[in-house]
């Protein structure tokens, strides 16, 4: 079954929280401290292994380890002339852990990057071509979909949505494209849009789905999941934390447990009709497990979307 067929859609947990568990050695950085995209290069078996422990815990999507692969935040480590050298090893990495699964899917990911275009960190024009530069190259390598995340930023999200679409367009291609931005505690994204101003930015894209991730877990998002139930006509995406982050004795923890985490997004598919599920920051196989066991047999919710 195609990716955009499958009526449930499991994604795989967190990606930096999972690497810093991880054996990794000081040279397997390269010098980059910090930059999990050179890993894809530098230390390739433990982005690997951390895309296998996902598929093992039964996530039927990994996310290619290039949140910050893109032009503008790779020239932050000197690595700007790398950009599709490890867009296209992050590719492969992530068909290196599938194997002869078949059932299992590649999505590209693109992070916002660390500069917004409302705040004048960046022009329009060069967060486009950067944003087109790493989509062709993710697109080039094979992946099954694009998923353009942890958007703060609606002027950013508009921008890269728009360079994904024009690539794919130039390219012959109807890839799925899913939209998730990112809504803070206080009940907006950082620049201050809230989830009914991305609803109506992004309706006329012809996007896959719409969702949320990052920044807080599942039950602070709990609204924004029931207004998009209620807006949104096409596939809702819920992608949070392993709970709000908190500081513990210095350390930032976590607090969801497997099954409450589990519990909560088996919630979001039965009542608000979500058919794409997974986990961000803090999220770990053990989530995914049992996430994966919680949903199984699970049919999301039919939803009625106001006209």
Not at 233 to 256: A, E, M
Request: proline share 5%; net charge negative.
């Amino acid at each position: 079954m195609k990716f955009a067929e499958q009526p449930l859609l499991i994604f795989d947990g967190a990606c930096g929280t999972n690497l810093q568990l991880m054996n990794i050695l000081d040279q397997d950085w390269a010098g980059c401290d910090g930059c999990n995209e050179i890993l894809n290069l530098s230390a390739p078996q433990h982005i690997v292994a951390l895309h296998s422990s996902m598929l093992d815990a039964g996530a039927m999507v990994v996310e290619t380890d290039t949140f910050g692969a893109s032009r503008v935040v790779l020239a932050e480590y000197d690595l700007a002339d790398k950009v599709k050298e490890i867009n296209v090893r992050a590719v492969e990495n992530a068909r290196a852990a599938i194997g002869e699964r078949s059932d299992k899917y590649i999505a590209g990911s693109v992070g916002p990057g660390t500069k917004l275009p409302s705040l004048g960190h960046i022009s329009v024009a060069e967060l486009a071509a950067a944003t087109r530069e790493q989509v062709e190259t993710l697109v080039e390598a094979g992946v099954d979909c694009l998923i353009i995340e942890t958007c703060q930023d609606l002027l950013q999200t508009k921008t890269a949505l728009v360079s994904a679409f024009e690539v794919l367009e130039a390219a012959g291609l109807d890839l799925p494209v899913m939209a998730s931005v990112t809504i803070e505690q206080q009940g907006t994204m950082l620049v201050g849009s809230d989830i009914a101003a991305v609803v109506a930015t992004l309706q006329p894209f012809p996007l896959f789905s719409l969702g949320l991730n990052c920044a807080t877990g599942p039950d602070d998002m709990k609204s924004h999941v029931q207004y998009l139930s209620r807006t949104w006509p096409k596939r809702i995406s819920v992608i949070p934390n392993q709970g709000l982050p908190q500081v513990v004795n210095g350390q930032t923890h976590y607090p969801l447990s497997p099954d409450d985490y589990a519990e909560q997004m088996y919630r979001f598919v039965v009542e608000q009709g979500v058919s794409i599920v997974g986990g961000c920051c803090g999220t770990s196989p053990e989530h995914i497990r049992a996430l994966t066991s919680r949903l199984a047999g699970v049919t999301p919710k039919v939803r009625e979307v106001d006209a």
